[in-house]
């Protein structure tokens, strides 16, 4: 399993408070032993709105899980070319907009950092968004080079909005089924209808703020769902593609020191 969604929360690393929330720690060492008997080969360790542009907890998270694992950061819109590479060199393969929560560059920003990323250095770009909010945002991200959304987007009501853009070709985190507001399985069954390579299923370790956490049974909820063919496209097969996850192994092959940005 690649495990697509995952949050590291390290004190001896900067942490921000969100509307008065600051995480307990969840070390990429807990992590590990959390998911021990998952399967995991892989994942994507997704910076949140209380890591604001801090990127040492990252880069130190990555070295800790291995060549399997990519970082999903935030950046401010004014990163330099080089600090993209740098991190692209340590494993970094996305930049978030947290729409919903904040720490991140704001959505203004959205078409012209995404679009710099990527030219730079292939990234995509991930959105934490209510689904609801949309059709505000479709004209530009059904024009960017790459992009996906967290959550499944969070609200039935925006579900419609979520597969125009899936039919367009947005990928979806199947993450954080304890956050939405409607049956998981059809909704799963919706986005894989409207394109296969869609879904990229994730534990959303550790659930922070979730009104569910993540159970070991979200993993048998996404096969049961699906079935064995696009249950096991959205569990591996999906997310590796789309993070470059045979290019990141490759890199560290030739270079074992690379996910610390040396």
């Given at each position: ?36 008997a ?20 990252l ?25 993209i ?66 959550h ?12 125009k ?27 894989a ?7 990229m ?28 063919e ?33």
């Amino acid at each position: 399993m690649f495990d697509a969604h995952l949050h590291i929360i390290d004190p001896r690393f900067p942490l921000i408070e969100n509307d008065g929330y600051l995480p307990p720690a969840f070390t990429a060492h807990d992590y590990l032993r959390r998911v021990a008997a998952l399967g995991v080969t892989g994942g994507a360790v997704v910076s949140g709105s209380f890591q604001g542009f801090d990127q040492s907890y990252l880069l130190d998270a990555l070295r800790v899980l291995g060549p399997g694992f990519v970082g999903v950061t935030q950046l401010p819109a004014s990163v330099a070319d080089d600090e993209i590479v740098r991190l692209d060199a340590a494993g970094v393969r996305a930049v978030r907009f947290n729409v919903r929560r904040g720490g991140s560059a704001s959505i203004t920003e959205l078409d012209s950092l995404a679009r710099r990323v990527h030219d730079v250095a292939g990234w995509h770009a991930e959105l934490y968004v209510d689904a609801r909010d949309l059709p505000d945002l479709a004209a530009t991200i059904e024009h960017l080079p790459a992009v996906s959304i967290d959550h499944l987007g969070l609200s039935s009501e925006g579900l419609p909005h979520l597969l125009k853009l899936v039919d367009r070709g947005i990928r979806v985190k199947a993450t954080g089924f304890g956050r939405v507001d409607f049956d998981v399985p059809s909704a799963l069954r919706a986005v894989a209808a409207a394109n296969p390579s869609a879904l990229m299923f994730g534990t959303d370790l550790p659930s922070t703020r979730a009104p569910r956490p993540f159970d070991d049974e979200d993993v048998a909820l996404v096969v049961d769902a699906l079935g064995p063919e696009l249950g096991a496209a959205a569990l591996s097969g999906n997310a590796t593609a789309f993070y470059r996850i045979t290019r990141r192994r490759q890199d560290h092959k030739n270079n074992p020191g690379v996910e610390t940005g040396r």
